[in-house]
């Protein structure tokens, strides 16, 4: 099932993106049966069958992401403020990008590129690791900045690591990006000056149990910390990922819908770089939506032979999001043709621009993403996301799970439930 790109009009495409996200949906709607067919459903039918908030969250991305942009504007002097600490006193910085979950996942997707652009140290860490171990993570001397994402804010984590960092490093500067202007992270530090705070757009605040709309937002904003010279660069990679992104909706999904109902039991996803941390998404929009019933995990391609490749059987689902560096890519290129040598894994879904036709088997998905904005990977992982996002979601619903909230059993929450911080004397 190869997906050669159709070359739909960009300009249609950007045409529909620039009204309301009804108007937005009714042209998905439109052009994908699959999706249709369940917008059209009426609302107690959407509520019941529990996908309502879900699918819209979805779907509505590619129209927040140039929303996003557009707003940022107005937070420049917020996120000028904390890039100001990083380089005011003349020596080398460090920036943390933590959060817990898919959000963590988001600060994977901008430590590569924030790095090369900033001659600064940058690396994501677990909320939680930042509240068990500091001392691995915070540099001995130099400034530092710490910019925690969360969707609302409200989980214990959220405002435990900055309440922590307060403490203990009194010297660190924070940032906050969130999608909730009522959350206890945008609420609790208006009177310190070492913590700025940016709130995103209502929308983008999730009603559904997983992050759709908020992962790819919060890390669409965090892209400008690298791009604060550029700004018209910066609205402009958002307007190309949102036409992508649009194209992906209106023209591969039904394929993946058609994938997502196969008879496979596990999935892995691989990605290099920035992309690494898409990849770490999407399998754990898999696990969530799933209920535990698909077991994923994610890896490098590189990483992939050292053990893990064990796991690929006749029966897995392989999602390949594939680079634009073409060292990279000749080693990820290497890789999936070993896979396919070896036969393993029942199909694959292969997300890159410009890719040889002979990479993809009979049965594969190909989603040629050759007007990925700036032919680079920065803007990559909102794409790969929504893809993922659209595998696990027609996953959860050919199980018969409610994707708004898919763990019956309250195993997993939209918010992690309370348990105790434990502070440091």
């Not at 999730?206 to 937002?217: A, G, K, P, Y």
Request: aromatic letters at 4%; charged letters at 20%; glycine letters at 10%.
């Amino acid at each position: 099932m190869k997906q050669p790109a159709s070359g739909r009009d960009t300009t249609e495409i950007g045409a529909n993106l620039q009204g309301s996200v009804d108007g937005w949906l009714a042209s998905v709607l439109s052009h994908s049966a699959e999706i249709g067919q369940l917008l059209r459903a009426p609302r107690d039918e959407q509520e019941r069958r529990g996908y309502r908030h879900t699918l819209r969250e979805i779907c509505q991305q590619p129209l927040t992401w140039m929303e996003t942009a557009a707003g940022m504007d107005a937070r420049l002097p917020v996120l000028e403020g904390a890039l100001r600490h990083l380089k005011g006193s003349g020596n080398s910085g460090t920036m943390i990008l933590t959060g817990s979950g898919s959000s963590v996942y988001a600060g994977e997707c901008l430590a590569p590129a924030l790095q090369a652009v900033l001659g600064l140290s940058v690396r994501a860490v677990p909320g939680g690791e930042v509240l068990t171990h500091p001392e691995g993570y915070f540099p001995s001397a130099g400034p530092c900045l710490l910019v925690s994402f969360a969707r609302s804010g409200n989980s214990p984590e959220s405002c435990g690591v900055i309440d922590s960092v307060l403490d203990n490093a009194p010297e660190c500067r924070h940032l906050v990006i969130t999608c909730n202007r009522q959350g206890r992270l945008a609420t609790s530090y208006g009177n310190d000056p070492r913590v700025g705070t940016i709130v995103l757009d209502d929308k983008t605040c999730d009603r559904s149990l997983v992050m759709t709309s908020s992962f790819t937002n919060m890390v669409l904003a965090g892209r400008l910390l690298g791009m604060m010279d550029d700004r018209e660069e910066y609205r402009a990679s958002a307007q190309g990922a949102a036409q992508l992104g649009g194209r992906v909706l209106m023209e591969h999904a039904d394929a993946l819908a058609a994938v997502a109902r196969g008879p496979y039991r596990s999935a892995v996803y691989l990605g290099s770089g920035c992309r690494y941390g898409s990849a770490r998404e999407g399998a754990l929009k898999m696990l969530e939506m799933t209920g535990g019933q698909v077991k994923t995990f994610a890896e490098t391609y590189l990483g992939l032979r050292h053990g893990p490749m064990c796991a690929i059987d006749e029966s897995a689902l392989v999602v390949c999001f594939l680079a634009t560096d073409p060292i990279a890519r000749a080693y990820e290129m290497d890789l999936v043709a070993e896979l396919n040598r070896k036969k393993l894994g029942a199909r694959k879904v292969l997300v890159g621009r410009d890719l040889p036709a002979d990479l993809a088997a009979t049965d594969d998905v190909v989603i040629d993403a050759a007007d990925l904005p700036g032919g680079s990977d920065e803007s990559a992982p909102l794409v790969d996301a929504l893809v993922g996002q659209l595998l696990a979601f027609f996953r959860c619903m050919s199980f018969g799970l409610r994707p708004d909230m898919p763990s019956d059993d309250g195993v997993i929450n939209r918010v992690v439930e309370d348990f105790a911080i434990h502070r440091r004397s």
